[in-house]
């Protein structure tokens, strides 16, 4: 009988720190079983949550899908599911499931009332579409543009060249976020979106959207780092996707497998949050603290 090293139960593997903790699988299992059959055949070889940890692990450590380990799923079998769970618009049910799941855990209501827009240009590892350059931040690759919850969850995403600006981007998003949140009447932006040179996203958000933008600019007086009043849930979301080795950079060839990435990113930190932390957290507390060197 083989024992896991990280959860501690019976296990045909070693568990990987990427892979999906039980409460979040409990709330996806659902939605892949009920997933509408489009042609007959042969049973699955490989269950769900072993196609998932396959997904997850290439995701959390930035790996090819042809150096995904042996262990896990064969690295076609995942590539094929990733590609059509994408298409069919899985993912984004499995993402908004647990967005509701995870505000009711922190007590609010399932849909959000105010949001936090910023934009993250991200180097391009490869060629692909909608490759451009980004003159203020020095980068070639393409941009997220992210709205997030007050709690930093997505609301909705795009990816566009790094060449589009900030202002044309927000529309676009603002309205996605809108479209998916109806119930959104507050934002926070940065100058990016309004300034001196271009405010017009702001009447244009209250006349087209029934959403207040205020633009949180940083104090000249300030010094160094300083946590800017909202603006920082939204920065604190980029660093949860970037912390993602696989959205570290932008290697993909098309922008809706971006797109797809982000929302991978945001269902594996959604998932840990509903367990209460990652399975490397909770193996620690489960073994104790680790023992003092010894010095020679």
Not at 24 to 30: D, G, K, L, Q, T
Not at 178 to 207: C, F, T
């Amino acid at each position: 009988m083989k024992t896991c090293d990280h959860c501690g139960g019976d296990d045909r593997r070693q568990c990987y720190d990427s892979d999906l903790p039980d409460a979040a699988y409990a709330v996806i299992e659902p939605i892949l079983n009920s997933r509408p059959k489009t042609k007959s055949g042969r049973p699955m070889e490989y269950p769900w949550r072993d196609i998932l940890d396959t997904i997850f692990y290439l995701l959390r450590t930035g790996c090819q899908w042809r150096q995904i380990p042996h262990d896990l799923v064969k690295w076609w079998v995942a590539y094929r599911w990733f590609r059509t769970l994408g298409k069919d618009g899985t993912w984004r049910a499995i993402h908004d499931e647990l967005h509701r799941a995870v505000r009711r855990l922190e007590g609010r209501a399932d849909q959000p009332t105010a949001c936090s827009m910023d934009s993250q240009s991200v180097q391009s590892a490869e060629g692909g579409e909608s490759i451009g350059f980004d003159k203020f931040k020095h980068c070639r690759g393409r941009k997220r543009n992210l709205v997030v919850d007050t709690l930093g969850f997505l609301c909705a995403r795009t990816v566009t060249s790094a060449t589009v600006s900030d202002r044309a981007a927000g529309r676009d998003v603002l309205t996605h976020a809108k479209d998916r949140h109806p119930d959104l009447a507050k934002g926070w932006i940065d100058g990016g979106y309004a300034n001196a040179v271009d405010s017009s996203i702001i009447p244009w958000a209250a006349q087209e959207l029934q959403i207040d933008l205020e633009v949180v600019k940083r104090s000249d007086d300030i010094k160094g780092f300083a946590v800017i009043p909202w603006r920082w849930v939204v920065e604190r979301t980029n660093a949860w996707v970037s912390a993602h080795r696989r959205c570290a950079r932008d290697y993909e060839r098309l922008t809706e497998t971006s797109e797809t990435m982000t929302d991978l990113a945001m269902i594996h930190v959604m998932g840990n949050r509903l367990a209460g932390g990652t399975r490397w957290q909770n193996w620690r507390t489960m073994t104790g603290p680790e023992p003092a060197p010894e010095i020679t």
